[in-house]
C-alpha cells in the first residue's frame, strides 16, 4: 500500500470542488477561496474533453452549472473556456470558466494537497488514467506527498497505478443508485487494490472490518458534529463542501 500523504497533518481537510459553499465548484474562484480561509487541500474533478485536455469539471454537461446541455466529452477546450460557470452560483462570479487540471496543480501545488477524481465509466480504451498520469509524471517531484486519485470506477484507478505506482489511490462509494449495484458498499476497493477508502460518510459506521487496513476519508462532510465522529472512529480526515467550518488560517479545529 502506498501511504496517504504521510507528512501531511491530521486531519486531513480537503475541500469538495474547492470551497464551493462560498464559490462556484470546480473553478479558479472556489481554489482560492479554499486557500485563503486555511484549507489545507482541495479535492476536484476531470474529464477528457475532445480536443485532448484535462477539464476540470463534475457533470459530463455544464447543464447544471451553465444552463449548456453539451457533453463535456464531445466539446473542445476552444468551445470550453467560452462556457460560464460561475454566473449560476452569483452574478459576482460571472465568466468564471472550466479550469485545466495542469493549471490547477500550477497555482496550487505543492502548496495544497490536491485529491484528483477520475470520472469515467469506461471499462477499456479509456484515455483518462494514462493522460491524468502523464501530467503528474510531468511535473515530477512537485506532486510528490501532494496529490491523490480517486474514482467510483475501479478499472480506472488500476490502469492509473500502473502508471504511477507512488501515488495514493482511493475507490469511491455511495448507495446511491446511480452506482452500480455490486459497487455501492465498497467492492470496488477489492477489485481495484486502493491505498485508501472514499465513501459516503453516512457508511463509515459499517466499515469497522477494514478501517485498520486502510485510511478512510470519508465525503462529505458538512457538519462539525459530523466530522468529530467519523474521525473520532479513525478516519484520517474528511472533504467537505465547507472548510471554512474547521480551518482558520493554518490551524484545523475539529
Known amino acids: 500500500m502506498t501511504p496517504l500523504l504521510p507528512d501531511r497533518s491530521r486531519p486531513l481537510v480537503f475541500a469538495h470542488r474547492g470551497c464551493s459553499s462560498l464559490a462556484p465548484e470546480n473553478t479558479f474562484a472556489s481554489f482560492k477561496k479554499a486557500r485563503s480561509i486555511g484549507s489545507p ?5 476531470v474529464h477528457v474533453c475532445a480536443s485532448g485536455e484535462l477539464v476540470v469539471a463534475h457533470d459530463d454537461t455544464f447543464q447544471r452549472t451553465a444552463s449548456d446541455p453539451r ?16 454566473s449560476f452560483f452569483d452574478s459576482l462570479f460571472c465568466n468564471e470558466s472550466p479550469p485545466l487540471l ?3 496543480l500550477e497555482e496550487f501545488c505543492p502548496a495544497m494537497y490536491i485529491d484528483i477524481e477520475l470520472k469515467t465509466r469506461k471499462t477499456k480504451d479509456d484515455p483518462l488514467p494514462k493522460l491524468v498520469a502523464d501530467t503528474l509524471n510531468a511535473f515530477g517531484d512537485k506532486v510528490l506527498q501532494a496529490v491523490t486519485i480517486s474514482s467510483f470506477n475501479p478499472i480506472a484507478l488500476i490502469a492509473f497505478k500502473r502508471l504511477c505506482p507512488t501515488v495514493p489511490t482511493a475507490v469511491i462509494w455511495s448507495a446511491d ?14 477489485l481495484s487494490g486502493c491505498d485508501y477508502l472514499k465513501p459516503v460518510h453516512t457508511q463509515v459506521n459499517f466499515l469497522f472490518p477494514i478501517r485498520i487496513a486502510r485510511p478512510i476519508v470519508p465525503w462529505t462532510v458538512d457538519d462539525t458534529d459530523r466530522a468529530r465522529r467519523v474521525l473520532d472512529m479513525g478516519c484520517a480526515g474528511i472533504i467537505t463542501n465547507r472548510p471554512q467550518l474547521y480551518c482558520q488560517g493554518s490551524a484545523i479545529h475539529i
Not at 71 to 86: F, K
Open 41 to 45: 487541500g482541495i479535492e476536484l474533478d
Open 71 to 86: 457533453v463535456l466529452a464531445a466539446l473542445t477546450l476552444e468551445e470550453i473556456r467560452n462556457i460560464d460557470v460561475g
Open 177 to 190: 443508485t446511480e452506482v452500480p449495484q455490486f459497487l455501492r458498499y465498497g467492492f470496488g476497493a477489492v
Open 102 to 104: 495542469q493549471e490547477v
